[in-house]
């Protein structure tokens, strides 16, 4: 089935200018139409459907209107916009939950540096250290000898 470019117009809702352009530009393809008239550009069915989606051998009454045919989700126009939209939530659901990992992990940082800091700062570790290097002196250090006492007069006398 062939058009001619005012029956294509009407069909897809266009002007014939559009239409003519978009030959020009070679959006859409069109023949001359020897046979009948030389002057006459005609259009392929298949070639409105491919373009335009529209069906042009659907009669206009059984046709999608173009309000219908704009928000139908089976264009495939519309799936790439919804699997677009699909991602980008994807991608922000991920960027949230990176998100609050490295909240966490700053936390655990903070906490750590904390008890780091508290270690160096212990009041009592400098005592516990100076008790530690006394203990070592003394276990380390030999005894020195001592002398016995001195003996008692009957010691001395007896023996």
């Not at 990176?98 to 904390?114: F, H």
Request: neutral net charge.
């Amino acid at each position: 089935m062939k058009l001619t470019i005012g029956q294509t117009s009407k069909a897809v809702g266009l002007s014939k200018t559009s239409i003519c352009k978009h030959i020009e530009n070679g959006r859409l393809s069109a023949a001359w139409n020897n046979e009948t008239n030389p002057h006459q550009r005609e259009i392929d069915a298949s070639e409105i459907l491919r373009v335009y989606g529209v069906d042009v051998t659907i009669p206009p009454s059984r046709r999608p209107t173009g309000d219908a045919k704009k928000h139908s989700p089976d264009t495939p126009f519309d799936m790439v916009v919804k699997a677009k939209d699909e991602t980008i939530a994807a991608l922000k659901a991920e960027i949230e939950r990176l998100s609050e990992q490295v909240v966490v992990k700053d936390e655990q940082i903070k906490a750590s540096t904390r008890l780091l800091e508290a270690q160096k700062t212990d009041p009592y570790a400098a005592i516990l250290d100076r008790l530690e290097a006394i203990e070592k002196e003394v276990v380390s250090s030999p005894e020195p000898a001592t002398e016995p006492p001195p003996k008692s007069f009957w010691q001395r006398l007896v023996g």
